[in-house]
């Protein structure tokens, strides 16, 4: 493999996984998610407040390829 910046031939490739938040669709945000989070807020702040402070996130995992020349440093994604 070659580097397209350098044209060096000392690459190196790599696995990098990416963590992002998983949020909810669309329709539920429009339909159902303002109003329901508005009205927790108003009439349960306490146990509201509680479960946003130790509700763990869900996350979703995402893995590519990755190439790094070891001369110049430039990266790349692979397909």
């Known amino acids: 493999m070659m580097c397209p910046k350098c ?32 009205l927790l807020w108003v009439f349960l702040t306490l146990p509201k407040l509680i479960l946003a402070i130790f509700k763990k996130k869900k996350y979703v995992q995402e893995t590519e390829k ?3 020349c070891q001369n110049c440093g430039h990266s790349w994604k692979l397909s």
């Open 66 to 68: 990755q190439a790094v």
């Open 7 to 38: 044209k060096s031939n000392n690459v190196n490739v790599q696995m990098v996984t990416t963590f992002k938040a998983k949020k909810k669709s669309l329709i539920y945000r429009l339909l159902i998610g303002w109003w329901l989070n508005i």
